[in-house]
């Protein structure tokens, strides 16, 4: 089963306006991080939520967590173009390998 | 500055070739990555690497795949025989604390097997 699928697969929206990405997951975790990636670029780390904390923010993002349903939201408030990239939740299990997985991605685009 | 060097940035192989993926990481670590993302899919795990020794691997990372850092400092991914399958971004990446931190990626190599 996948562990880790982000919803909406993709997201156009103008700039200046809210973004919201959510992720869902199977397994119980130890904590959800969410990564950016630009085209053809390495996976940077936005922000990291363990999973006795439901919500988290830093600068423009916010990023929830619910244990009961097993989903997460990011939140981007006040996008901006250089926002647009693709957006990847990773939870760590708290059960075996304590390797991250991700999920698909939403890939996100502010227009101009 | 980035947190992991990646060479080469692409490299283009022949079926069957042999191909070593290189990573630096600039400070002292004990925890490494390797992930691939298949152009338009999700980034895979392949393998970790803990205090020089492979600390868990997928399905993915067979007995083509092998993992070293030789020299306590470069830490390379070799592909003994390549695929066609095995055209990917292949991302190293780093790990600061323990095994449920954040982790930081390189910027990937992209492999074409022809």
């Known amino acids: 089963s996948q562990q880790g699928e982000e919803d909406p697969q993709a997201l156009s929206i103008q700039e200046g306006e809210n973004a919201t990405m959510n992720c869902s997951y199977k397994?119980?975790?130890?904590?959800l991080q969410w990564y950016r990636q630009n085209s053809g670029r390495g996976l940077v780390h936005l922000i990291l939520?363990?999973?006795?904390?439901r919500e988290k923010h830093s600068g423009r993002l916010r990023v929830t967590l619910d244990t009961s349903k097993k989903s997460s939201s990011l939140l981007i408030t006040a996008s901006r173009a250089a926002d647009t990239a693709s957006y990847f939740c990773?939870?760590?299990?708290?059960?075996?390998?304590?390797?991250?997985?991700f999920g698909q991605g939403t890939r996100l685009t502010i227009n101009p | 500055e980035p947190e992991v060097t990646q060479t080469p940035s692409h490299q283009v192989t022949q079926m069957g070739q042999e191909v070593i993926l290189r990573c630096v990481p600039i400070s002292n670590h004990l925890y490494f990555y390797w992930y691939r993302q298949i152009l338009g899919q999700k980034v895979e795990f392949l393998v970790s690497?803990?205090?020089?020794?492979?600390?868990?691997k997928s399905e993915i990372f067979d007995d083509q795949f092998s993992v070293e850092r030789p020299d306590g400092s470069n830490f390379t991914l070799k592909i003994r025989s390549t695929k066609l399958e095995d055209s990917a971004m292949y991302f190293c990446a780093r790990q600061d604390r323990g095994q449920t931190g954040e982790l930081f990626f390189g910027e990937g190599s992209r492999l074409t097997v022809l």
């Open positions: 397994t119980s975790i130890n904590n």
């Open positions: 690497f803990y205090n020089n020794e492979i600390s868990e």
């Open positions: 939520i363990r999973s006795n904390e």
């Open positions: 990773a939870s760590v299990l708290i059960q075996g390998a304590q390797k991250l997985v």
